[in-house]
């Protein structure tokens, strides 16, 4: 998907569920981390980040059709959520974020999102955000 289509459908997403206008939004490589195996060994997809104003939007899309509500894997808050970790690995930049919201033997309480290099602005941004949002639900 081409950046200005996937920027339309974003759009088009956002007004369908009335959220308002995105930040900005990437395909990012993505998976959920649990504790168990590796997170080099876990199985990553393409999903689309949506940055709105207050919340993270991960979105799991599927080819050739419009975003529906049933492809949202998480609407994170800012303030529920917090960055554990950010490197490089490789060409990419990994950011992992868990949702301090969720229950602690949740297997899907965090997420790994690797950016490509031409997306770094994008993820500061996204650090920035989570960072600068005082939390609010209770730390594990």
Do not use: C
């Not at 990553?44 to 059709?65: G, H, K, N, T």
């Not at 899907?108 to 960072?131: H, M, N």
């Amino acid at each position: 998907m081409t950046r200005s289509k996937r920027r339309a459908r974003v759009n088009a997403f956002a007004k369908e569920l009335d959220i308002g206008t995105p930040e900005g939004s990437r395909q990012v490589w993505a998976a959920p981390v649990s504790g168990r195996p590796p997170l080099l060994v876990a199985r990553r997809e393409r999903w689309v980040a949506i940055r709105m104003a207050r919340e993270l939007i991960l979105i799991r899309p599927r080819r050739r059709r419009p975003f529906a509500r049933d492809d949202i894997v998480t609407r994170l808050p800012y303030d529920h959520a917090e960055v554990r970790r950010v490197r490089w690995v490789g060409p990419l930049r990994q950011v992992v974020v868990e949702d301090t919201a969720a229950a602690p033997e949740s297997d899907a309480a965090a997420y790994a999102l690797e950016f490509a290099l031409r997306d770094r602005r994008f993820a500061k941004g996204l650090v920035a955000a989570v960072e600068s949002t005082p939390t609010t639900a209770g730390a594990r």
